[in-house]
Every structure is written in C-alpha cells, then in structure tokens.
C-alpha cells in the first residue's frame, strides 16, 4: 500500500477515527449516507427526553431528584435574580457528544436520538435535543465547538458548509429564550493539531487554524454569542527537547492579534476569552494559569482584548484552589467567564466532574460577586457525566446537582454578607494601613529613608492575631 | 429508535467504537469484510520494515540512531549474558496497536501494513509485522492481550474463533527461536466491564470476565507462555459513595482464587503475576501499590499463588520512586516482572514513556541484580511512542533507546558491585546489629527488660553520619 | 575545643535546642533551674483562661463563637450520645506545646501561663492548664507523648524521674472525669533517633527506644489509658542507597513484638494503634498507608495485637481520601482510632488544619457510624493551630469548630441514614449477586469452567448505569 | 506573669528560640556573654577544617571523595573558563548555620567551632571559617542574609551594629580572591513577620521590613555584592478567607519600588533579583512561579529593574521542570541568578538537595550556555546537607558532588553542541517558518483573510514526526 492509498484511508477514516473520542459518540460519517445504518433524518418523533418534566424548584426539602432545591431562577439574591448572577450554560460538547470512552475504553453512552451516524441529518436532530435539554432545564446559555455541531466533510470548504447548515437551525431554535453565551474552534483532535495549531511548528496548521477560528468567530457572531474562547488543546510542549518555545510563544501573540484584528473587522463585540489550563493533552500548556495568561497577555500588549475563562478543574490541576485562580483573574481585572466544574484532589488529570462541594461553591460565588457579577461572561457546566453513568435522566440530575450547588453557593454568600463580620475580620486586620503613613505606602510615597525612621521610634512592632480558625468557623457557619 | 434497535447497532458499532481506543488503530469490524476498505488478506509483499536493518552493537561512539551503544546482546556481565539479565519483550498492543489517540485527540499513526480493517486478514498481518519487528530488534519475547491480537467476533464463542486463529499463526510465527513472556485478559475496554470486570456489580459480567480469563489462559499455555498477568483496568472505584468495596475485594479474591484453580487443572506452570497501579481510569484501583497488592494476597492465602509485576510510571503515579516499588516487591518474595517505561516527574496521569534516564535505569536493575534476575519473568517494554512521533522508524528508536539504557543501567551496576564501596557503606552502617546483643533482637529474643537494662548500662548512644550525600557520589561516580 | 567538651555542649544544650521545636515553646532547661528566668512554681493564680466560660451548646443560629452550634454531647443520634459516639480528646503537644515554629520561623505564641522554662514545675502548671483547658471545653479525653509532659534529664533514669513526677499530677487531676484516650513515646525529635527509633542502624539506639517505649506504656497504664499508640516518626528511610530496608523492617517487626510481650506482662489491656503516614520527616515512612500497615501486620503475624490510627492528613498525603483510609482500615478489622484534622488539598505537608470541612466531616463520621462506633477509641484532635493564630481563645474557637465539625458531620450521617435513599442504590447495586450463582461466587464454589457455561447461555450482560451523580445529589442534600 | 513581662521574657528568649531554627545551630544569645558557655573569643587556632586539603581536579577515573572528578575551574569549554561558567557561591545559612532541625527534630549538627553561642565572637569565628572553606573548596564566590552572619540584638540599632560588625571582618577576609555573589534581608523567621513582611497586615512591620532591607542593601554593597536578592519568605497568605490579596500585592510592588529607588540612591549598582517559590511557608507565595513573578513585574511596571533567581527545588514544586523555568526566565529576558539544588520527585516540600543527577544538570546547563552565561548572576548552592550528615567533611563531599555534577552538565553541553544533531532536529521542526509566508507571519502582517486564502489554497497540511524518542536518545548519549 502506498502513502496515496494511506492518506485517501485517513480522508475516509478520520470521520470514523473521531467517532470514538469523548466528544462524539460512534457514528458513520457525513458522506457515507446509506452504507452507515443511520435514518437519514433529522426527525424526531415525540420528545427526546420523554419521561422528564419542565424542571421547576421544590424547596431544599424536596425529595424529588428532577427538581431544583436551592436554584429559583427569578429570586432574588443581593440585588439580582438567582439567573442572573448564575448565567448557567450548556455545554454542547460534553452533554450531546459526550461518549463515555476513555484512554481505557470504548464508549457507553448510546442516546435514544442517535442513530449511529455522523451526518449532517443527525447533528441537526442532535441540535433540536439540545434546545429540548435547554428548555426543559431551564438553562438560557449554550456553548459549543465548531466540530462538535456538525460533522466534518472531505476539505475546509465543507466543514464550513456542513458548519452553515446546522448553525442555521441553530439560529431558528435559539429564538428569543436561548442565547449563545460562547462559541471556539475545536483545534486539538485532528492529527494535524498533533504539534498544536497556533503554534504548531508546521506553517500549513497555523494557516489551517487561521481559516477554522475565523470561521468560528463568523458563526458565533451570527448565533448573537457574547464571547469567544480560545482554549490553547495541543498549545504547548511534550518536550523541550524538540521545542522553540520562544518562537512558537511568538506566533500564539501574533495569533491572537490577527483574531483581535478580525473580531473588529467584522464587528463583533463579543469578549475573547482565554481559558487557562497547565496541562493535558501536552506536558505543558502554555496558558498555565491564571498568573501566566496575564504575563502573557502583557508581555504581548493583548492585556485590552482579552479576559479570562477559569475552570475549576483547571485551577486545582495547577495547584491552587479555584477560589485563587478567581481571585487572581478579579484582581488583575481578567475575570470573564467560568468553566464550572471541579476535580477529584487525588486526581492528577481533568476528570471534569459536576461541583457538588458547598463550600467550594461559596467561594466561587464569592468571587463571582465580588466581581458583581460575569456577564457578559456566564457559568458553563464544563462537567461530564462519569462514564458509568448510562441512562438518559443522569444528564438532568448531573445539571440540577450542578445548579443547585452554585445556587446555595449564592445563598451562602449572601448569609455571610449580611452577617458581615467574615468581611469586618479582613477589613480590621488591614486596618494599621488607614493611617496617615499608610496612606503614604500605598501612593509610593514612604521611601526607606522614611520607614526607617519610623521603624527606629516605633520598636519592636505588635501583631495580631491572624485568626484562621475564626474565619473558617464563620464561613462554615454560613454553609 | 427502539432499545432493541440501540443494542443491535451497538453490537456492530462496538468493534468500530473500539477502534479509536488508544489500544486499536482505526479499522474496519472483522464481520464487515469486504464494506471496508480492507484488502482481506494476511498477505504482505516483501519487508514490513524495508528500510531497517538488523539492529546491532556498535559501543558508545556509535552516532547511529538504529544500532545498540549500550546494549550487546552475548556479552557477560555479572556471570550472565545481558540477553539473560534483561530479557526483554515487545508489548504488542502499543507496539502495533497504539494509534496515538489520547482523550483530546484522534489517532495519528497509519502504519503502512493496516488496511484500516480489524479483520482476521489484518490481525494476522499484523502479526506476521510482529515477529519480524521482534526479529529485526533483536529480541526475543513478546506480550499480548487477548484483544489486542484478533477482533471482536458477535458472540463470545466467535471472539475465541477468532482469537484460535490468530494464535495459531502466532505458534508458528515463534518457531524455536521467539518466546511468549506472557499473556493476559483485556477486561476493560468494553461497556460491559465499565464497572469492572471481577468487581463488577453485575454477576454476568464476573462470569463473561472469567470466561474470558479462561480462554486468555488457555491460549497462553498453548503459546508455552511463561506467565499470566493481572492487571485490574477496572478493578477499584470512581466513587465509595456508590460502591461496596468490601464486597467487591471479596469477589476479587475468589476469582483469582478460581484462576488458580483453573492455571493447576490444564496444567499451566506459568507464574501468574498482579501488576499494581493506583488509579486511572478509575478513582482508586484495588491494586494500588506493591503493599496494597501484598497485603490483598496475604489476607486472602494467595501469597504462594501469586507474583506482582512491577511498572515504573505506576509506582511513581503511586507516590513511590521505582526502586522502592521494586524493593518492596523483592523483600516481600514478590518481584516477578517489570513492566519497564517511565512517566513524567510533573505528570499525574499514566504516560508509559520509553525510559532514558540512566540513574533510574541504574536503580531499576540494582534490584533485578539483587533478586538474581527476573526469570521466568523479563522486562516488557509496556512504553509507547509519543503521539507525535509517526514515523516507522520511531518504533525501533524508541525500544533501542530503551533497550539502551537498560543496559547501560546493568554495566553501572557491575561498576558498582564492582567498587563495592557503595554496598561497603550500607553493610557498615548496621554493623552494630552484626553483635551479640544484635543477633538476639534479630532472632526476637531480647525483651523491653533487657533493652532497657542494656540502655542504661550504655548511657547516650553514638550515632554516626548517614553519608546521603557520600552515596550519592560514590553512585553518580558510576554512571 | 575538644569532642568531649562539645558532647558536654551538647548535653547542656539538647534541651535548649529542643525548647524550638515545634512541640515545645521556648524555654530552659530543667536542671538549670535558677540560671533561667522561670517563677520555679507550678502554683498558678486563678484560672488559666480567665476570659473563657464553659462552652455550651446553643444551636445553629447562635453567632456566639465561644458555644457549640452542633455538637451537644448528651443528645442521642443513631442510639448514643453524641459524646459517646465522638468520644473527642485534646493532644497535649500541639495545644500546649505548639510553639507556632516552622522550618521558617521562630516560635510564635507565647501563653500567659509559660514562664519560658521546661522545668518540671513548668510542666506541673501546664498540665493544670491542660485540665482546666479540658474541663471549660467539656472533653472527657486527653493524649500526649512522654517528652511533651515532663522534660529531659541528662539521664534515661532522670528522664523516668521527671516523668514520673508529672505522671503524678495528671493522674490526680484526672479524678473520676477526665480519661487518657492514649499515650505514646516521642522517638523522633532527639539526635540520637536521627536514623529511626526501631529501625535505626544503631543498636544502642534501638535499646533507648524500647527503654522508652517501656516507660512510656507503664504511665499509659498507670493513667488508665485505653489506647497505646505507635507512629513511626523516623522510621523509614531518606535515601535507599544507604539503606537496609529489610532488615530494618525485620527489626521494627521484632520490636513491636517485644512490645506486645511487655503490654501483656504488665497486664495493659489498652489497644495497641500503629499510626499510617507515607512520608515526612522521612523521605519515606514504613507504615505508609492503612493498606501498607495490614501487609506489614499480617506479614510478621501481628494483626491480632494491633488496630490502625488513622489520620485524615495522613491519609490524603498518600494519595487517598481520608474516607477511603478509613474503609480500608475497617474493613481489614483494624479501625482503632482517628487523629482529626485535615490537609490543605494544594499543600505537600502535614498541615494538621483543624477539619471544618462539612462534607469530609460527613464520610469520616459514615465509616464511624458503620463501625459501630471507635470505642475504645476515640476522636483525638491532632490539630493545631495555624502559626499566625496567637490568642488564647483561638485554642478554644479551634476546637471548637473542629468539634462542631464533626457533630454535624454525625448527624448528617443520621440524615442519611433516616432518608435511606444512598443505602438503597448501593444494596440494588450489587443485587444481582443476591442471587443463586452469586451465592456459588461467593461461596467460591464456582470455577471457571461454570462461570463459562453461564456466560455463554447469558450472552451479552446488561450493565446499569453507576448512578454516580445522583448518589452525590443525595450525599449533598443531607450536608 | 503580666503581659510586659511576658514581652521582656520575649525579648530575651528571642536569640534563643531562633537557636533551633533550621538556619541556626543551637546558640546563647549575643547578649548574655558570661552566663553561656561560650569561649568569647572569635580566636581558633590552627585550620577548621584539618583534615581536609584543598580541592583538586583529579578526573573521572580518581576514587578520592575529596577530589573533582568533572570539575577543572581553569579549563576551558566552550569558550569560557569552566569557573566562569558555574561562578559556584556558597550559601552561608545552609553550610554555616544549617543545624539539621526539621519540623520533627531537634539539630543534629555541631561543628567543632561552634562554642554553643551565637555572641558576637561567634559570629567572627564562624565568618572565618567561611572563608577557609572557600579557600580549601576553590569557591570564588559566597552568598547570606543578614541574620546568618551576625546575632540579633535587642533594638534595630543593636542589629544593625552587629551587623556592621561582622561585615567589616567579611570584607578584610574577603580580600581580593573571595567575592560576594549577592546578600539578602531575612525577612522571615522572627514572630514580627509571621503575617508577611512587605505583605504584612501590620504598617509597623511593613517599616521594619524596610529599614531592615535598607541596611541589607548597604552592607551587599560595601561588600561588592554583585547582585541583591528579595525571596518573599512569607510574603503570601494562609487563606484567601482572612486576606485582602489585592492590598497586598500593591503593598508588595510599593516596596520593590522603593527598593529600587534607594539602589540607585547609594549607587549600588548590583542586580535586583527576585526568587520564585510556589509556597511553603505560606500555602501560597506571590512570586509562585517565573511566569507568575514576570507578570507581577510587569503588571507594576518593575521588568526593567529586576531579575528572577530560579531554584530547582522550587521549580518543581510549582509543577515545572527547572528547565521549563530557566527557559521561562530566559525567553522573558530575566534569568539573572540560579539557586543551585534539586527535590525529590516524590515530595511535596523544599527539600534543598545537592544536585546530582546528570540529566538534569545538563538541562540546567543548557539553559544557561544559551543564556550566554549568568554573570552578574551566578551558581549558589542553596542546598543542605540531609539532617542526618553529621561528619565536617560531609559539608566538601556534598559541594564537591554538586559542583562536579554541574561541570559534567556543562561538559554534556558542549558535547552536544559539538555533535549538533538535537539542535539540527529542532530547527528542522520550524523550517516551514523560514518561508515568505512565515516571515509575514512572524511580522505580524498575515491576517485571517490571507491565512484562510492559504489554508484552502494547500489543503490537508501535511505534519511531520516529533521525533521526541529521537530527541531524547541523541540526549542521552551525550550524557
């Protein structure tokens, strides 16, 4: 067999390939048609989720698993409804593609709706399960990748055609009630992407990826999406023995700039959105943390164009809390959007798991309302089913637990804000700094010369008390 | 779409799911024939690997990158050929298996022998592949899962069908001159074993798993295999909230205890070995360490039954360095095998990297030295090539670097043992225990009373200099 | 200078040098007597904790941090007192030999009561400080190590002496309220256990250690105490180069029988507790895990004599959840005791945090309830407070919150049990080997020649979904 | 005891309590002359060091400890002086006052100058014998912070004549052969800086800090200090629930800015060099990490005015590679200075090791041959003997095996670079950069439009092998 024959194999492969990655469950490709066993059709007779009700809120005290017991959307909480400061979103890849393999196994999740096929007909029926989902959920926002909403055809030219046709549906079932919160380019699963895509060391891939998140950034502004994410897969190293770090950091920067530069030819007002992430697939990615997006992001003048969007799981991976990433992307003013989720802290990989830890959620929502609010930002649920977790009701009790832990997050905050005195602790222990020289430290006005000074006539200084178990016994209070 | 129509298409996308697994290059289902694009035969023109000569030794000045520098096959060291001491084997299932996949991306290795198919054709294609990378490489044992080797059939009477007949070539492939280290069971692929396979919560799938077992032993016996492998995929946890862990580690025991049984009845002399692992893919795998592993046969008599094979990136992801899984599993009568690979110092999850660095190499064979070698065990080389790396040739790079540096790791030893200063330091610092007083604590015969008499008799003990820092020079000296 | 004149030096200064450890705040030593500027006194003028009133439990919605909001030790969950299923007890060291000393950093708190020696009429006031500290917080049970309560002499005989005075005092103060939970030797802070204590390569030191343990066993006994603990401070290697593994572990093996001999002989009829911890100070410590520590019982033949402390921060430094210890602890018949407390997920040490964690509370108490409670053991709270906590009522508000902590988590586990919901999805779980054929498995009476038949007249077996996320749905609706 | 006379009591017991800090060996106050057992005189007669030669280079085949095996100061690789490559600095704290407390155990560690105080005198006989081992050893350069070389006093004034002291003893013994690589304030250890220094919550510790700085800053000079170093010890937080992070951040880049203005005020013109630790003692540190610390400098403007000092140990600590961090500060413009030492793979804290892994060093060296050198910045051995090396000649074994280890890092260097495959590797990887379209892109003049024009224009990339096995076996061999 020769290279010609392998390369046309892996043109009518690469659809079956992908068919068994996390994001897709088995299917046949789009251009196979009636070799594969699928229906063909985009119909869907009935509901899709037939047995499930419209989800409403029951009260902590409720039993019934398909309702909510601490998210009531339109309550209000400090000022704004429950919805609005959750801004909960969908995330399309991980609840309708989502297929259970795993770098040990094969897939176990086989939907009703799918019919085993990749084609065009069936992302479209996928699309309407979606807004059925959403509905019935009471969610407002989705998310998706490029690849994730419809199948790949043979050349560029007809995953954007491809890409066309489901976006328009898209469009239709959005209607007035749902909205886009983001849309990205998926550059990481395609073997072209094995070096990485903008800083891939093949100029061909970076050109590829060009054309890809051009055409994504085209659908999301057409969808209405409020931002744009770029999640940097394969941007990064598996070795520095074979890497130009410098000069593939290099490209990633004028990467952005062409994206920054394209955004507002096409008067897109969306936000961009850099998620942050140490590693996996690569050893390293170059968006690490939350600390190394910002250096980046200024080292390359981008620190105007660009937030945040932080991932629990992420967070913990690179070892810090989430609450610190959160903080840290508040404090340097790139707080945009939350990828909500948590990992297991024995876990050394993105296990992508819902939030169903309330102090953890607290404090989330103690950042998000410190930062008074994310919009245009938004919570997605970044979080897969495990992938023992088979029956179709799973994908509604994994999002209401989800919900309903940020919501009593929400309410915990708003408990500790009106006991005020977790927020009084913090305030008195800086307090020896609204003083007079304090005043002067904090405008770069106390040079050495004066602190000495000071130091000398004031001796030996007292300090407090650091409190810790004070501050952790009023926080568990408010759980 | 009908639960009976979704368990019918699973059926026939099962083996097409598969094929995206890390373990399976993207092929066509063995009962589709002609559909795919295979060229139904076994049959190969010429060479597998035409451009790649018979690897030999060249010594260490040699600059070329398919020839030995370390590695000299007939050479004695330490009164052993170092074929001897090493015996190493090829892992069929990353070696002609590993598609590159990985769970954020698709496979990248076409390798120009795959038809795409994972037909009966194909399997035994690739196996004739096999015996003549093995033959080419220079070495001379081979390891294999059940399901690595033939596909899938409809029915488990099929999937053996199947399996006799690649093995049957595979018996005469070996001829006199290739042996089989050993073979194994692969329980954790299929949906059926998402919950395990012995530990499962559903008693037909502990049967189909022993089913299988039995089969995977029969076929290793046929193949004069000289052990059998435990490695439990999915043996463990993903969370305790769901599971019974008492329950399942009692169903564990009387499996192996019925493999036991089994291995005595067909008359299979071969050391059955545990290979340990903390986790991935699940939370928490029942074989964590060495010690978890020991204490597990202990409780449950199966000490005399049972060896365990050791893998270095497992013992790290465990929290131990290699050596000290090793030495556990020596000390404790247990070390049989070593999976030999590395991880990644900064990596959480499992990368069965190809081992390079010299120390550990040096580590590593200072316990297979103490232990008298591993037979009837070896060194598998359970390590795969990166994702990125596509080209054949990569293949025999990466099991000569490997294969190189263990070698090299034996010669420092024999430099070492050699010296002798390093084991001169260890032997001194006990010598206190070489006494009278000494021997009786060892034969348990000096009491709290005694002890105490003889501490006060001595007033405050000299206690002299670990020399960390003297053992770490006398050690790198040798490298 | 002379080596005799530095070993004199050196006895001189040992209890110097001690005083900054993190277990003992700066003082003199005991022999120097009037050379320091201690009061010489052990009388004290009023209370100790002047400003502290009984705690008392007022409920949930008090914000008086000085009272229990959950934990009221004479209410009945589950069929006993609170008190009864907490049985919680203050450690001597870290609550009143906490200096706040890290490898940093000097000593930080500085008690009112503390006159900056380590005379013996400086360990007499603390101990009284100890029991009023016990009775204000309203705990039944204390623990300590031998050099936390009283300080050295020059001698083992004046070591014994000293003991012996202060061993006095507490068995007097203790009267009929106050019990020892446990006591233990502290071998790992002299230079002389620099190499371990039992594993040391030192006989002499060995002597001593068993000299100590003696001594330490008969207070333990002579206080009442229902519990004698063992944690293997320095047991356990820095490096394998320079050492011995197995013949140290044979030793330890041999002490601890020595120890069991001696406990019989004395007539103590307190459990014997070995402590797990995987590293620290060592590189590597022996009884790293629960798993790890059954294996060394079982291997020497020592289960029957010892049952495991497990400690929460130890449990997640090895990789485990602190749940999971305490499963595999109890269901390996050796759940003896918990050292409370808590890590901090992102930190590689033992941070020893007071556990306010609802969740973490909630799992540990399930394993205690299923447990059928710790008696003789109970909950001792190895905690301490964090350095920079440096007021007297931080004692309090600490444990305070640690006991509310875990009061909550039981009845959390009351909730749980009441509802009945988790139970039931784990018993469905596993219902099919309630079954004939699972009776047969776990009789191990079903080879593999039956599992077989049955597999192939089963066919394929259904595998229901693992439900992961609606059993944490129902473990958060409880918190 | 009242609360004055606790403080007096304090003030006393302080040069005590810090005794037993790991950064000093169990001392007498400077203060209390007389009553210690001190000689008071900073007289020794004959050589510290007695036994022990000067250091020679005798090479590979030498099987003397107390010889270089790699290390030839005067010969030349690569163009450069090996001396002028490594600029080897000794760290006084560590080799001088380094005791072997851990957070377990008390020093280990008593030289036979060591009179058991920490007067004045001592601190002159101390300094001395610095110096001799400098000289015996063939290091240039040695490095301290403050309070290593000379005792606190009772006042700010008190210390800094003690300092002054010293310092003018350092300078004579300094000469012209001896120079000083950098100084530092220790701004971590006494109780006033428990909450931080700069970050401090306290205004009058903030002033301490700062005049304490200042008089660092001067005496490095008057030394000829070529660089001066800020290691934020305690400058980070607990927990986010008592801190204001973003009040602390600015206090922080507050006092740089004045460090830099007083710098340039008494014209020292030495680099300012930042130390990126990811935590310990805190849970977390503000300069975490290289990319961390780049994007606080540049955030307040500082890039300009300083530079980043690497440690290994902490390197990987953080979760990078230490040459991922070399790289980092490189590419970023900022690798001054490196913190010679290494962790163990296995632990989670600073353990400060001599480096002697030959992989490693290689890296390292890598980093710094691109980086053209360190000078001003040199090599410093911020590494310990372990706890448990009690012999005065374990303190040449270890920094002769660490020295030797980098030499032979630079040697492999340069053998690499000689053979020149790995980097003829790496620039192949880029070449279809060197290309018109990838100049454009590289300039920042390829925009979406005319990269999605190439993209259809070309198809399919075609991508290339990573050949990391390659990569890594040409590494090795040159090892």
Redesign the interface.
């Known amino acids: 067999?020769k290279t010609t024959e392998?390369l046309l194999?892996?043109?009518?492969?690469?659809v079956?390939?992908?068919?068994?990655?996390?994001s897709a469950p088995?299917t046949c490709p789009a251009d196979l048609g009636s070799?594969c066993?699928g229906?063909g059709s985009d119909e869907w007779e009935g509901e899709f989720f037939p047995g499930i009700p419209k989800i409403k809120y029951e009260g902590?005290s409720s039993?019934n698993?398909l309702a909510f017991?601490w998210y009531n959307s339109e309550e209000v909480i400090l000022g704004k409804k429950m919805k609005d400061w959750l801004r909960f979103s969908v995330a399309f890849w991980h609840t309708f593609r989502g297929?259970?393999?795993?770098?040990?196994?094969?897939?176990?999740k086989?939907w009703?709706?799918e019919?085993?096929t990749n084609s065009l007909a069936m992302a479209k029926r996928r699309m309407r399960a979606n807004f059925e989902f959403l509905e019935k959920l009471g969610v407002e926002w989705w998310c998706f990748h490029d690849k994730d909403i419809s199948p790949d055809g043979k050349?560029?030219?007809e995953n954007n055609a491809n890409l066309d046709e489901v976006v328009a549906l898209a469009k239709e079932l959005q209607g007035s009630k749902i909205r886009l919160l983001w849309g990205t380019a998926q550059l990481?699963?395609?073997?072209?992407?094995?070096?990485g895509a903008a800083t891939?060391?093949?100029?061909?891939?970076?050109?590829?990826a060009?054309?890809q998140?051009?055409k994504a950034m085209e659908v999301t502004h057409y969808l209405g999406g409020e931002n744009y994410v770029f999640w940097g897969?394969?941007e990064g190293y598996?070795?520095?023995?074979?890497?130009?770090?410098?000069?593939e950091?290099?490209?990633l920067a004028?990467f952005l700039?062409?994206?920054v530069?394209?955004k507002k030819k096409i008067g897109f007002n969306g936000t961009l959105l850099i998620e942050p992430k140490?590693?996996?697939?690569t050893?390293?990615q170059y968006d690490?943390?939350a600390?190394?997006s910002?250096?980046?992001l200024?080292?390359y003048g981008l620190t105007g164009e660009f937030k945040l969007n932080i991932e629990c799981n992420h967070a913990?991976?690179?070892?810090?809390?989430c609450?610190?990433e959160l903080?840290?992307a508040r404090?340097?003013g790139l707080l945009g959007n939350i990828d909500a989720n948590t990992g297991?802290?024995?876990?050394?990989?993105d296990t992508d798991q819902?939030l169903?830890?309330?102090?953890e959620a607290t404090?989330v929502m103690l950042s998000v309302v410190r930062n008074g609010g994310l919009a245009p930002g938004g919570f997605n649920f970044d979080a897969k089913?495990?992938?023992?977790?088979?029956?179709v009701e799973?994908l509604f009790?994994?999002h209401?637990?989800g919900m309903?832990?940020l919501a009593r997050g929400l309410r915990n905050v708003a408990k500790l804000i009106e006991?005020g005195?977790?927020s009084e602790?913090?305030h008195k222990?800086?307090e020896?700094?609204d003083?007079e020289?304090?005043a002067l430290?904090?405008a770069?006005k106390?040079?050495?010369?004066l602190?000495?000074k000071?130091?000398?006539e004031?001796?030996?200084?007292?300090?407090?008390?650091?409190?810790?178990?004070?501050?952790?016994?009023i926080?568990?209070?408010a759980?």
């Open positions: 067999m392998i194999l892996l043109l009518c492969l690469n079956v390939c992908f068919s068994a990655l996390p088995a070799e066993s229906s902590p039993k698993h017991k297929s259970g393999a795993d770098p040990f196994g094969a897939p176990t086989f009703p709706w019919d085993g050349t560029l030219e990481f699963s395609h073997p072209r992407y094995m070096h891939s060391s093949e100029v061909g891939v970076y050109a590829y060009a054309a998140v051009k897969g394969r598996q070795t520095l023995l074979n890497t130009d770090m410098e000069r950091l290099n490209h004028r700039e062409a994206a530069a394209y140490p590693q996996e697939p050893k390293h690490w943390d600390a190394t910002a250096n980046f200024r080292k913990t991976l690179s070892g810090h809390s609450h610190h903080e840290t404090i340097n297991d802290p024995q876990i050394g990989w819902f169903t830890d309330i102090g404090l089913l495990r992938r023992e977790s088979i029956d799973d009790i994994a209401i637990s309903d832990t006991d005195s977790l602790l913090v222990r800086y020896s700094f003083t020289i304090g430290i904090e770069g106390a040079d050495f010369e602190l000495e000071k130091a000398l004031w001796g030996e200084p007292e300090v407090a008390s650091g409190k810790q178990e004070l501050a952790e016994m926080f568990q209070s759980l």
